[in-house]
């Protein structure tokens, strides 16, 4: 739980240090700006539109402004207060999810459990804080704001299924619970990206409109001579309100289309369209050879994954207005921050300060599996990080933010959403531990059927013992080096054409030094593997120059080779990725005359390996695989 006089203390020193601060103006309660002319009746605040360009009072003229306002008021009552929309009810000044027994239950972990099905997104498992009334699970309909749908209703000739699915996600996103999708298809990505981003334009939206509303109601009070609203407190320690971590350039190229599919051109101006597209997209006459390919010449994950520019080091700001999108601005300028793990990070570390980040309300991560197989700790470094009291004020006007802010209570209120094709201990510890939203949070699962292999391939798991996790790595190198390993050393079927598949670095290293040790033939293929000696080592081991291949998983995630040679195959640990293990048991029969019977399989697992082992032998055989002896 938060430490209540930590928070304070400093919160106080971060006024203290702003209003003193050399060249920075002293923090006063807001007072409206003089009404100099008929287009300057409102004023937005500058913490939510620090440009002049976009400020309603300057940007619009008479009709946009009252067209804005109007629409503003649409969705509040006669006092500018929202009674039962959802964004009001979560995010507003005195959020009706916020409690102090909320946030308890949240610390400690007590949550209430329950299993439901939501149409297209299938049978999910919900969490609730205990002693907590979050309200419905899901809503009939969504909350998304009419202006923003047209686009979306206009559209013709969207599948049956897509339709269901984005109005059931909607449907859901709008409870502003948590929602993890831990087995998203190739085939739904887009659908689930088009959806997603409509429920954050339409967060950012209302967001404005009610800062916007409430600078009108400052402005009519003052004019009548009386005090300011109380409950005017609509706003964040920065602009930033939404991030979006992504592994590629081309994912976040993917995710930029979808916004701007629900801002079309004339109504909407894309700023800056060209240089995005260019920067995050191949350079001129480039030519994708994933792309191009003939179907079925890669595997079509490789191809929706690697397809496009793959640099993974990026980060860019995104500002919404009512009429324009303006990538490339500024973070403490914008309203979306798109990154990856690493070009976020090197931020931070730059600027020696996350500030941008203290008031993130929405939170998406997609492509999971792929940030699994980046380096992970780059995630971790983002999310601690998050929502946290900013160092320096960035002439924030402390009278219109919100109370949970200034509590240090942001990290309760914010939606997470996350994206995977599959689920791994690293996604489920973020969901388990990371996930603090007092609304609840939700989860989809699915019973995985056993994958398909040749038919006729000798399979054998293997099994040891761990009562501990922290002891898992030690107990699977010395099963695999005193019983494993010795055995098959001693067949002369075994001891040669086979290849030693390894899904962590960590144990590849290991294990490649225990070879170095022994008297036997072998090279490596890692993800470090330079293409000469990538070139080398298949060509070795084809040849029967190297009798052992060890192979990590992450090289085969890059690299997708296809390896000739092989009659044995060990799985140190089963893959991460199902598909990996059909591919791998079809490679022998590569070669011409290979029978089923000559192809062998050893996958060494325990019950701490269930996520990897489900994917491949099915739910229900892992269950009988993992049951205690």
Not at 125 to 141: R, V
Not at 556 to 578: A, M, Q, S, T
Request: charge should be neutral; aromatic fraction near 10%.
């Amino acid at each position: 739980m938060v430490d209540e006089n930590t928070t304070t203390t400093r919160l106080l020193t971060l006024l203290n240090v702003s209003a003193t601060k050399a060249g920075k103006k002293k923090w006063e309660p807001y007072v409206p700006a003089v009404k100099l002319n008929k287009r300057k009746s409102v004023r937005v605040m500058e913490d939510e539109n620090p440009t002049a360009e976009d400020t309603p009072d300057v940007q619009m003229g008479d009709g946009d402004q009252v067209q804005e306002i109007a629409f503003a008021k649409e969705e509040m009552g006669p006092e500018g207060v929202y009674t039962t929309d959802p964004y009001e009810q979560h995010f507003g000044c005195n959020s009706v999810h916020l409690s102090e027994a909320a946030r308890l239950s949240v610390d400690e972990r007590a949550w209430n459990l329950q299993q439901s099905s939501r149409g297209r997104l299938g049978p999910t498992h919900e969490s609730i804080p205990e002693g907590c009334d979050p309200g419905p699970s899901i809503m009939k309909g969504d909350a998304i704001l009419d202006r923003l749908k047209k686009p979306s209703n206009a559209r013709k000739g969207v599948p049956k299924d897509q339709h269901d699915l984005q109005n059931d996600l909607l449907s859901t996103l709008s409870t502003y619970r948590d929602l993890y999708l831990s087995s998203s298809s190739w085939e739904n990505r887009k659908p689930t990206r088009e959806a997603i981003s409509l429920h954050l334009l339409n967060h950012i939206t209302k967001k404005r409109r009610r800062v916007i509303k409430n600078n009108e109601r400052i402005s009519n009070a003052t004019k009548a001579g009386n005090e300011p609203p109380e409950d005017i407190q609509d706003q964040g320690f920065t602009r930033p309100s939404v991030l979006i971590l992504l592994p590629f350039r081309s994912s976040a190229l993917a995710w930029f289309s979808a916004l701007t599919t629900h801002t079309p051109s004339p109504e909407y101006q894309i700023e800056n369209h060209t240089r995005f597209t260019s920067e995050y997209g191949l350079p001129s006459g480039a030519i994708d050879k994933l792309a191009t390919a003939e179907p079925g010449t890669y595997p079509h994950d490789h191809v929706e994954t690697f397809k496009g520019n793959v640099d993974d080091n990026f980060r860019v700001g995104i500002k919404l207005t009512r009429k324009s999108v303006k990538p490339f601005t500024e973070f403490y300028g914008c309203d979306i921050i798109m990154a990856s793990p690493l070009g976020l990070r090197q931020s931070i570390q730059k600027e020696k300060n996350a500030d941008y980040l203290s008031s993130i309300e929405m939170l998406v991560m997609d492509q999971l599996d792929a940030l699994t197989m980046q380096n992970w700790d780059h995630v971790k470094f983002i999310l601690d990080h998050l929502n946290k009291l900013p160092k320096e004020a960035h002439d924030t006007d402390f009278s219109r933010t919100k109370p949970w802010y200034l509590d240090g209570h942001s990290e309760y209120l914010r939606q997470s959403i996350l994206l995977s094709a599959y689920e791994t201990p690293e996604t489920r510890q973020l969901y388990n531990a990371r996930l603090k939203n007092v609304a609840g949070k939700i989860k989809t699962y699915k019973r995985w059927p056993p994958i398909e292999v040749p038919e006729g391939v000798d399979q054998s798991f293997l099994r040891f013992e761990c009562g501990n996790p922290k002891d898992e790595t030690d107990k699977r190198f010395n099963y695999f080096t005193t019983q494993l390993l010795p055995t098959i050393l001693k067949s002369a079927v075994q001891s040669s054409n086979t290849v030693i598949f390894v899904p962590s670095y960590f144990d590849f290293v290991r294990v490649h030094n225990h070879f170095r040790k022994l008297s036997v033939s072998f090279t490596v293929l890692s993800e470090y593997s330079t293409n000469q000696e990538i070139s080398r080592a298949r060509q070795a081991f084809f040849s029967g120059q190297k009798s052992f291949l060890i192979v990590t998983e992450r090289f085969h995630f890059y690299k997708r080779y296809k390896l000739r040679g092989i009659r044995n195959l060990v799985f140190y640990g089963p893959p991460d990725h199902p598909q990996f293990y059909s591919e791998y048991l079809s490679y022998p029969f590569l070669d011409d005359g290979v029978e089923s019977l000559d192809v062998t399989c050893r996958v060494l697992y325990s019950k701490y390996d269930w996520f990897r082992l489900e994917r491949i032998a099915g739910t229900e055989e892992a269950i009988e695989l993992t049951k205690s002896l």
